[in-house]
């Protein structure tokens, strides 16, 4: 079966520091991966040179078998992958329902387009309690949540997410993934997290994989991650 | 203080606004300070007389009656601008600010050269709409109809500029890649599009200033936009780069302290009123380094 989406021998720099390096990865449609690993890993800019946010120093990059990498971040994004990205950046002058409506400007299906304004409200009703304030006024967990109604609202096929958990309160997290896991299954999204915490992961359940030093070193099931000490030994140096 | 000098402040701090608020956009967007916004004025000015190095200046599209030859000066100015980000920034889209701001200085050269060899350097006499000169009776001040007409129209600009800023998709797209422009393209937003339109609203803020600065004067000068363009980039400094509506605020203010100086300094100060109020943007700047409005989301891209 073809991917979704397949990363081929992708490597990253930056200037002479190398972010990734010989990195292959394939994700199902409909998947839930998790990508962890200590800072420095290579994960944000495995998601930033998907999103085409960095360029690819080699590699390839597809989604549903077309090439994506070489395209800019616009051109991919109009292709339906979308990016939540790191510290969820979203336009603090812009009113939240402006944020919501920044990235419908590609889309064509304009009933459609109100049908996911309401999916988006009636899952985080803040954002409709809120919609015609200042996104910047927003707490941070609710920063969180218009990032990812945000990200949904261009009718993504794949979703990447970068540390939703970054800076919030535990609970806040919970919710930020039950909205996530919800809002996947009723839309078939295929969904790439990057999340630091395994017992989190094996929580939420997915797929899991381990980066070290711009590669992947470890691809399994997020329970069995917890249950392992992989982490620790990624973390800590091990025997790899 | 006089009416009169109310009507003289507003219409001097207006055309300052809408000088600033051509930098400021164009800023906003690709954080670039266009130094060739002056010479895009230069050009304005130029379109209106037939191109030739003699003393005396034929009016070519000057001629045509207002109602077309204002729309027709506003869209040379948005196409001469739209055409130099094709030709000159496109092509420097990933490079540093400072060889983008390097290169609008280029382009203005450029600009210039191209007008002193197509006119020759000499100012040249035009008279635009010289009957707009005649004073109007409002209670104590009389007014030259042009200054009316002048704040009328900063009024109409300031007003649906801001509107198309917040209601239209184009609008809100640039507002978006202002505040976070890689953010802006993940969402699909296209950057050609959103700099083509803050280059093409720019070019058509320098055409109108171009229009008021002949109208007023009676004189085309291929320099005559690098004054108005250094106070407006003053403007936008004070108002807070990126701000709009700091640098609308900011123009009206200087503008307005400029008249007010002229009118209130003593005769043997008044030859100096630049450096007073040139002291006073220190001071700002001293107190506010940011500028008076600046922005909170506008990090400077890097």
Known sequence: MMAKLGVYDLAVRYGKLTAISDLSLAVAEGERVFVSGPNGAGKSSLLSAIAGAVRAAHGRIEMDGEILS????????????????????????????????VGTGMRRDRSAVADDLETVFTAFPILRERARSAAGALSGGQQQMLAIARALMTNPKVMMVDE??????????????????????????????????????????????????????????????????LLAEAYFGGAA | MSLQLVFDALALGGIYAVAALGIALIFGVMRLVNFAHGQFIACAV???????????????????????????????????????????????????PVALMVGSFALGVALQNLLLALYGGRPKAVSLWAELGQPVQIASASVPLLQLIVIAAVAVILAGLA????????????????????????????????????????????????????????????????????????????????????????GLGIGAASALLQAGLPADARPFRDAFLYGGVILVLLFRPQGLFAPVGAKPRV
Do not use: H
């Open chain 1, 70 to 101: 070489g395209l800019g971040a616009e051109a991919i994004a109009r292709r339906g992958l979308s990016m939540v990205p790191e510290g969820r950046r979203i336009f603090p002058g812009l009113t939240v329902l402006e944020n919501l409506s």
């Open chain 1, 164 to 229: 939703p958990s970054l800076g919030l309160a535990p609970k806040v997290v919970d919710e930020v993934y039950d909205r996530l896991c919800q809002l996947q299954a009723l839309r078939g999204l295929t969904l790439v997290i990057v999340e630091q915490s395994s017992a989190r992961a094996a929580r939420v359940g997915g797929r899991m994989l381990l980066m070290r030093g711009g590669r992947i070193v470890a691809d399994g099931d997020a329970t069995e991650f917890a249950a392992r000490d």
């Open chain 2, 46 to 96: 130029f379109a209106l007389i037939v191109p030739s190095t003699d003393a005396l200046a034929v009016l070519g599209l000057g001629a045509l009656p207002a109602p077309v030859l204002v729309p027709l000066i506003l869209l040379i100015g948005a196409g001469l601008a739209v055409l130099a980000e094709a030709l000159v920034f496109r092509p420097m889209r990933n490079a540093s």
């Open chain 2, 163 to 250: 509107l198309m800023l917040r209601k239209s998709r184009l609008g809100l797209e640039m507002r978006a890649a202002a505040e976070d422009f890689t953010m802006a393209r993940m969402l699909g937003v296209r950057s050609n599009r959103v700099i083509s339109g803050a280059f093409a609203l720019s070019g058509g803020l320098a055409a109108v200033v171009a229009l008021v600065l002949v109208a007023q004067t009676g004189v085309a000068d291929v320099r005559m936009g690098g004054q108005i363009m250094l106070v407006a980039f003053i403007a936008t400094v004070v108002g807070g780069m990126g701000s709009l509506s700091g640098a609308v605020a900011a």
